[in-house]
Structure formats: structure tokens, C-alpha cells
């Protein structure tokens, strides 16, 4: 039950696009469509803003997409507003009944 | 509006127990799984178990199987995760969250802390 690896931090300039990688192996990212996203502000809980790869839940902004491609998935938001920043995590189902997160990736809007 | 409270946290001795609930309301509790996640301090997330509707399927993470035991009462809308054989790199904050292996999380509670030290 590894950690999936993410990049410590990841930033851009409001209204660019950045993307946060998810790299896992074929047990878990690559194996199953169960990838989900979270965004952590600091002392608060984590919030889901994408499952099963690339859907959004209800009320979030379609500036959030998810993608998957072989044992990598990618979060990309665009047209970054202040409000962006923050902790992300991504997690996915692994072979066995387990779950697995991320290191997590620090987003700063420059 | 659906809310999930956690309750339970505080500071127990290394080898202490320590039972944490988590509370559900807004939502119909018994079609959802449920699931424990842990932050340690200025740490990433850890998934620790889940527990599907009927409470009659528990899975565990490597680390905390045969001292934790998730559960769920279903009348009271509650889930539990009762901590045996505690140990100082359990201290974390312990979150709650609605959902399984699938759509995890969309809704979390506010965490509860719990602290192992002598």
C-alpha cells in the first residue's frame, strides 16, 4: 500500500492553467477509474473536486478537470483565481479492498 | 444539509483505547458507504477504513489491522472506529467522510484530534 506520488508544489499566475500530476502503478491509478481529487485549505477538512477520474461533483466549477493516462492521473485548473490555492491530494482504489492517497501538492497563486 | 461531527478525540497514553464517533444527518445514512481518514500533523492524508451500508463488509489499511475497528449503527446514523493498542504515530487528526472506493468524500467531517504521548 504505497503512496501514489505527487510533485511537492505546483504553481501559476491568476487566469493560467496548471496541472498536478498523480503517479501510481498499474494496482492502483492504472488498474481502476476510481481517482479522486481533493483541495485542503489550511485547518480545514479536504473538499472533493473531482471522482472517477474526471468527473466534477455538483456546484464546482468546471475550471477543474481530471484526466488518466496509463499510471499517471492529472488535475488541471484553469483560469486560476486566489481562491485555488491550497493543498491538493489525489487518492485511488487499490488492488485488495485498499485505498491510497497522494503525498499531497502544494498550489500557490503567484 | 447534510453534516458529519466527529466527537471522541483527546489525549490518551501509548497502549490506551480510544472510541471516536462520527454522526451523520442530512442524508439517508444506510445508502452510503462511510470511511475513516487520518492527517497527521503537517502530514498528507491516510485512508484507514471503510464500512458499506449493512455494516456486513469492513476493510482496513496494512497499518491498523487487529487494533482498529470500524462500525456502524444505523439507527443512530452513526460510524465508529474504535482504537485499541494506541501508539504515538497514531496521533493525527481523524476525519470522517461519506462514500467508499468510489465517489470518497464528498462530504467530510470537521476532524477530531487525538494525541498519543505519556
Known amino acids: 500500500q504505497s503512496a501514489l506520488t505527487q510533485p511537492p508544489s505546483a504553481s501559476g499566475s491568476p487566469g493560467q492553467s496548471v496541472t498536478i500530476s498523480c503517479t501510481g502503478t498499474?494496482?492502483?491509478?492504472?488498474?481502476?477509474?476510481?481517482v479522486s481529487w481533493y483541495r485542503q485549505y489550511p485547518g480545514e477538512a479536504p473538499k472533493l473536486v473531482i471522482y472517477?477520474?474526471?468527473k466534477r461533483p455538483s456546484g464546482l466549477a468546471d475550471r477543474f478537470s481530471g484526466s488518466k493516462s496509463g499510471n499517471t492521473a492529472s488535475l488541471t485548473v484553469s483560469g486560476l483565481q486566489a481562491e485555488d490555492e491550497g493543498d491538493y491530494y489525489c487518492?485511488?482504489?487499490?488492488?485488495?479492498?485498499?485505498?491510497?492517497f497522494g503525498g499531497g501538492t502544494k498550489l500557490t497563486v503567484l | 444539509e447534510v453534516q458529519l461531527v466527529e466527537s471522541g478525540g483527546g489525549l490518551v497514553q501509548p497502549g490506551g483505547s480510544l472510541r471516536l464517533s462520527c454522526a451523520a444527518s442530512?442524508?439517508?445514512?444506510?445508502?452510503?458507504?462511510m470511511t475513516w481518514v487520518r492527517q497527521s500533523p503537517g502530514r498528507g492524508l491516510e485512508w484507514l477504513a471503510n464500512?458499506?451500508?449493512?455494516?456486513?463488509?469492513?476493510y482496513y489499511v496494512d497499518s491498523v489491522k487487529g487494533r482498529f475497528t470500524i462500525s456502524r449503527d444505523n439507527a443512530k446514523n452513526s460510524v465508529y472506529l474504535q482504537m485499541n493498542g494506541l501508539r504515538v504515530e497514531d496521533s493525527a487528526v481523524y476525519y470522517c467522510?461519506?462514500?467508499?472506493?468510489?465517489?470518497?468524500?464528498?462530504?467530510w467531517g470537521q476532524g477530531t484530534l487525538v494525541t498519543v504521548s505519556s
Open positions: 467522510a461519506r462514500g467508499g472506493f468510489g465517489q470518497l468524500g464528498d462530504y
Open positions: 442530512g442524508f439517508t445514512f444506510t445508502t452510503y458507504w
Open positions: 464500512i458499506k451500508q449493512g455494516g456486513n463488509e469492513m
Open positions: 498499474s494496482s492502483d491509478v492504472g488498474g481502476y477509474n476510481y
Open positions: 472517477e477520474v474526471n
Open positions: 487518492s485511488s482504489y487499490s488492488r485488495g479492498n485498499n485505498l491510497v
